[in-house]
């Protein structure tokens, strides 16, 4: 059993950043894939970025590339998710996701375990 804890989220000004930062219990963490999605209220869980149990291969939704960027410490069992330029409809409960496997996936049902997710909220 995996669980991970999300922080960092927050309220910010258009053009601002935050970090997002999701903290893993167990020893397997370096040989899961893990995942960032994103879900406003009455609209369905989005991919938003993913990377590989090494960090070797990164990938993100179009709307966030350039903006956003994913990385992990598997020393700490951390992911982390920098998100730049903020915009309002970047606003959204943010999770984070692991599963049982070392290549990425950009589906919901593709991950194992969730977070319980932290609100990011950026103000026009």
């Known amino acids: 059993q995996v669980q991970l804890v999300e922080s960092g989220g927050g309220l910010v000004q258009a053009g601002g950043s935050l970090r997002l930062s999701c903290a893993a219990s167990?020893?397997?963490?370096?040989?899961?894939?893990m995942g960032w999605f994103r879900q406003v209220p009455g609209k369905e869980r989005e991919f938003v970025a993913a990377?590989?149990?090494?960090?070797?291969?990164?990938y993100y939704v179009d709307s966030v590339k350039g903006r956003f960027t994913i990385s992990r410490d598997n020393a700490k069992n951390t992911v982390y998710l920098q998100m730049n330029s903020l915009k309002p409809e970047d606003t959204a409960v943010y999770y984070c996701?692991?599963?049982?496997?070392?290549?990425?996936?950009?589906?919901?049902?593709?991950?194992?375990?969730w977070g319980q997710g932290t609100q990011v909220t950026v103000s026009s």
């Open positions: 996701a692991s599963r049982r496997t070392v290549a990425l996936n950009i589906t919901p049902g593709g991950y194992d375990y």
């Open positions: 167990g020893r397997t963490f370096s040989s899961y894939a």
């Open positions: 990377i590989t149990y090494n960090g070797g291969r990164t």
